[in-house]
């Protein structure tokens, strides 16, 4: 029980941490902060409700005023902002990302990741980002996909390199990948 | 690690965090419930007369936490403005600043402490119904400690990588503080467990 409150403990920080890293531009002015990397790690690594449980932790932080997110931002605010249903979302998208790790029976951890971090990290996300841009800003969800469009290859590249991340440490530090040790595939 | 609340005492930082957040809830609803031009352009001015009350310094610290709406607003003006309904953006800019301004505000006038008291009365009742709440009071403090120290480590893994390459430092860098995290949450969790287990 220790390990899995310092584990979810940990993930909530790792996600605070990548925050800091400076958001890379993408080749046509779109930038990429590194935060939903550490959301899809989380998943990926943890499985579904350790990975729950470490973005819930996070945002809860969030709310009580701690300027956790990218750009030092933080508080009541932010859940009131039209990016709001793309915070609220992390926690459905690290859900489905652990969901598909654990139950796709993809033996290969860095592919069942990186596909799982498609599903949750970027499809679920942008279902409930969307919804809630289009929401705020009154618009159709059609209007609020072109408005979100820009930043899909760069969660996409997030998601391959949460494949890449996962199967090394799959590689290097097995034990650490709790949903593979239970059938005992690497 | 500091909290977004703000430094300058006001007589709102006095008032039951409670009751700030139920206003707060209330205010919000009414925002997108009512909708008059009027009374949107009315609750902005009212939200700025509240920043204003405690002084210069309060103002700015706030209008600088509201500038995560710019780009929205500026996004709907225009876009409005180009598809010939320009009320209809003042509209939904006005209340997409008041919405985030006034949630702001209750952040800047309440402590860490008064929101966790807030928080531990609203987990009493799902603690009854079995979810483990009091491993919060456990989590949070970690998350608190664990996010400077991991902070600090991916500065020395920086550091390291510039040492030794001229090229930028990337993602390669997050593996080995993800590694470093893995290491450093089974050291606690034992260390946790040594003396006793959570709170």
């Known amino acids: 029980m220790e390990r899995n409150l310092a584990h979810v403990a940990m993930f909530a920080a790792l996600i605070a941490a990548l925050g800091l890293v400076p958001a890379i531009t993408l080749g046509f002015g779109v930038p990429i902060s590194a935060q939903t990397l550490g959301v899809m790690l989380a998943g990926a690594v943890l499985g579904w409700k350790r990975g729950v449980a470490a973005c819930l932790l996070f945002i809860l932080l969030v709310a009580l005023g701690l300027p956790l997110l990218a750009g030092g931002r933080g508080g009541l605010g932010v859940f009131m902002a039209p990016t709001t249903g793309f915070l609220l979302g992390w926690i459905p998208a690290a859900a489905v990302t652990g969901l598909f790790v654990e139950k796709s029976g993809i033996r290969h951890a860095g592919l069942a990741a990186g596909l799982g971090a498609v599903l949750g990290g970027v499809l679920v996300l942008y279902v409930f980002g969307i919804a809630g841009m289009a929401i705020a800003l009154k618009k159709s969800l059609a209007e609020a996909t072109l408005l979100s469009a820009a930043f899909i290859p760069g969660d996409l590249l997030k998601a391959v390199v949460t494949g890449l991340l996962v199967q090394v440490l799959a590689q290097v530090r097995p034990q650490s990948i709790a949903w593979q040790r239970r059938d005992g595939a690497s | ?199």
């Open chain 2, 1 to 199: 690690m500091i909290s977004l609340s703000s430094p300058i005492r006001t007589r709102a930082h006095r008032w039951p965090a409670g009751a700030k957040l139920a206003a707060l809830c209330l205010a919000s609803t009414a925002l997108f419930a009512v909708d008059a031009l009027w009374f949107q352009l009315a609750a902005l001015g009212l939200a700025l007369a509240l920043y204003a009350l405690p002084g210069l310094v309060f103002l700015r610290s706030g209008l600088g936490a509201l500038r995560i709406v710019l780009p929205f607003v500026g996004l709907v003006l225009v876009w409005h403005a180009l598809s010939g309904s320009p009320a209809e953006g003042v509209f939904l800019a006005l209340r997409m600043a008041t919405a985030v301004a006034l949630a702001n505000l209750v952040t800047m006038t309440t402590s860490l402490e008064d929101l966790t008291d807030v928080l531990r009365a609203l987990g009493r009742p799902l603690q009854r119904l079995g979810l483990p709440m009091h491993l919060l009071e456990t989590a949070i403090p970690l998350v608190i400690r664990f996010t400077p120290v991991l902070i600090q480590k991916a500065g020395a893994l920086v550091e390291a990588w510039r040492a030794r390459s001229a090229r930028r430092p990337g993602p390669q860098l997050v593996l080995p503080l993800a590694l470093l995290a893995l290491d450093d949450a089974d050291h606690v969790a034992e260390a946790l467990r040594a003396r006793g287990g959570p709170l």
